[in-house]
């Protein structure tokens, strides 16, 4: 069976704390000058991506945008 693994890209209007940052395990965290924050990396599948926007939804962080980063072609 196929995994259904992908790598998101998740960007937030807001910079999270390192308390807020233990809510996204596996996820890198990086912060923008202009207070955004981007959090991206591998997502198990389609439900696992409504539990994380979910937890977004919960902290009260605007979302700005989901979006899924396809990886390289084989050479």
């Not at 937030?12 to 923008?32: C, E, N, T, Y």
């Not at 599948?45 to 926007?53: F, K, N, R, T």
């Not at 962080?61 to 396809?70: D, F």
């Amino acid at each position: 069976m196929p995994s259904t693994e992908a790598i998101y890209e998740i960007r937030i209007r807001a910079v999270l704390d390192a308390q807020r940052a233990d809510w996204f395990p596996g996820l890198s965290i990086r912060s923008l000058p202009e207070g955004d924050t981007i959090l991206v990396g591998p997502v198990i599948d389609q439900a696992a991506l409504h539990s994380l926007l979910s937890r977004i939804r919960d902290l009260g962080l605007p979302l700005i945008s989901v979006q899924r980063i396809e990886p390289p072609p084989d050479p």
